[in-house]
């Protein structure tokens, strides 16, 4: 699996835009890009997936960029809730093993 | 759909002691897997089932480590002669491979173990 690049962390005020980015230049034509969050004490949820195109569902949307070697989450709202590590990850589909990295700690400030 | 639970959720043992933990999976899902997270990092991959076959381990699962998944349900981990760098949290995941859409693996709340 490609490997990738994220901030270690990163700061937001509350109710602003984040925009998360993630480097994964050796991505393949097929792979998936995965983000996960983690929630302090608590198991990594699924955040958001995209293949080409970019993304958009109730927690969050994702930007792939054109030659898809990077890629970003972006929060619309930060809310306090929404303090977590965010890993973002690079799969031949979607079931299969991840790999996670260190991700990127994202702290939100009222 | 109750989610993907872990028991115990936290469990103490001395050095050289057996535990063993279990996972139920969401029910309809085939993939079960186990990671392994100690402080300050991601979840590493331990090993992963799909229904009763164990089909992956990591190099991590030294042969103290056994898993099974008798019937493709429920799960266990066992550690056997437990040393004090197994104190991590050990997390059990599930997805349905195959099926679309399967984009997801869905993870428990952990097991926290810590080795005295």
């Known amino acids: 699996d490609a490997k990738t690049t994220q901030p270690n962390s990163m700061e937001s005020n509350e109710e602003e835009p984040v925009h998360l980015p993630c480097n994964h230049s050796?991505?393949?034509?097929?792979?998936?890009i995965h983000w996960y969050r983690q929630l302090p004490s608590q198991g990594p949820e699924y955040v958001i997936h995209?293949?080409?195109s970019n993304v958009n569902n109730r927690m969050a949307s994702l930007a792939i960029a054109e030659d898809r070697k990077s890629s970003t989450l972006i929060l619309h709202r930060a809310t306090l809730r929404d303090a977590a590590v965010y890993y973002c990850?690079?799969?031949?589909?979607?079931?299969?093993?991840?790999?996670f990295g260190p991700g990127t700690s994202l702290s939100v400030i009222p | 759909d109750t989610g993907v639970s872990q028991d115990p959720r936290h469990k103490i043992t001395k050095r050289g002691q057996n535990v063993t933990f279990r996972c139920d999976p969401i029910?309809?899902?085939?993939?079960l897997y186990w990671y392994r997270q100690t402080l300050g990092q991601g979840p590493e991959f331990l090993t992963y089932?799909?229904?009763?076959?164990?089909?992956?381990k990591s190099r991590l699962l030294s042969d103290r480590f056994s898993a099974e998944r008798p019937k493709g349900s429920f799960s266990t981990l066992e550690i056997q002669r437990t040393e004090q760098g197994d104190s991590a949290m050990y997390l059990c995941?599930?997805?349905?491979?195959?099926?679309?859409?399967?984009?997801?693996?869905?993870f428990g709340p952990g097991t926290r173990l810590t080795v005295t």
């Open positions: 029910s309809e899902h085939n993939r």
């Open positions: 089932f799909q229904n009763e076959a164990q089909l992956e």
């Open positions: 050796t991505i393949s034509g097929t792979d998936y």
């Open positions: 995941a599930s997805s349905q491979a195959g099926v679309a859409p399967s984009y997801e693996q869905y």
């Open positions: 990850i690079v799969m031949k589909t979607s079931y299969d093993k991840v790999i």
């Open positions: 995209g293949l080409t």
